[in-house]
T-cell receptor, first 113, second 115 residues
Framework: DAGVIQSPRHEVTEMGQEVTLRCKPI?????LFWYRQTMMRGLELLIY????????DSGMPEDRFSAKMPNASFSTLKIQPSEPRDSAVYFC???????????FGPGTRLLVL | AQKITQTQPGMFVQEKEAVTLDCTYD???????LFWYKQPSSGEMIFLIY??????QNATEGRYSLNFQKARKSANLVISASQLGDSAMYFC????????????FGIGTKLQVIP
């Protein structure tokens, strides 16, 4: 079975550009999470969806960040405009249901110059 | 609020030896789950093992076992017969039970397996 799929795996962009990260959760999983990992702050939860509905977006840094889940098999995390401090690894994770084990995708390494 | 503490920034172990990675947690809630994830240098986060707070026995998955000491609030990961491929960052995490609860991650321990 395929795990969580993320694209792109690497992204290099210039400050001010729009960045869109994509995630396909494991089929049948109804919970989806976006995390950001940096050396300084470790792993931070950005937003959590359950059944395609955003439940907790308290971790979204600011209005420049937005996330959508138009259907059960696809989610996007958008940064507009991007800034150098957004450089990080962004993980998508999914779980079968609200309280079960989260399985992570391979991550997207974002570098904003 | 719950908290996870991993006090070992880095650990070395000889190949084929066993190693214990420490994790302590803090919560006043009686119902919770504890997780360990592995992050190799390639970057992916790999789920290793889970322990529920009411589980009577320590969790085991192959060469991984979780030494769960509830009274001490510790959930140490034991890796037996270390292999070179075990070199990675290891993260302990906790989630309270019931509905939606955030997973809290520790800062990780970097394990290096020496040939």
């Amino acid at each position: 079975d395929a795990g969580v799929i993320q694209s792109p795996r690497h992204e290099v962009t210039e400050m001010g550009q729009e960045v869109t990260l994509r995630c396909k959760p494991i089929s049948g999983h109804n919970s989806l999470f976006w995390y950001r990992q940096t050396m300084m702050r470790g792993l931070e939860l950005l937003i959590y969806f359950n059944n395609n509905v955003p439940i907790d977006d308290s971790g979204m840094p600011e209005d420049r960040f937005s996330a959508k889940m138009p259907n059960a098999s696809f989610s996007t995390l958008k940064i507009q405009p991007s800034e150098p401090r957004d450089s990080a690894v962004y993980f998508c994770a999914s779980s079968l249901e609200q309280g079960s084990t989260q399985y992570f995708g391979p991550g997207t390494r974002l570098l904003v110059l | 609020a719950q908290k996870i503490t991993q006090t070992q920034p880095g650990m070395f172990v000889q190949e084929k030896e066993a190693v214990t990675l420490d994790c302590t947690y803090d919560t006043s809630d009686p119902s919770y789950g504890l997780f360990w994830y592995k992050q190799p240098s390639s970057g992916e986060m790999i789920f290793l093992i889970y322990q529920g707070s009411y589980d009577q026995q320590n969790a085991t998955e192959g060469r991984y076992s979780l030494n769960f000491q509830k009274a001490r609030k510790s959930a140490n990961l034991v890796i037996s017969a270390s292999q070179l491929g075990d070199s990675a960052m290891y993260f302990c995490a906790m989630r309270l039970s019931g509905g939606y609860q955030k997973v809290t991650f520790g800062i990780g321990t970097k394990l290096q397996v020496i040939p």
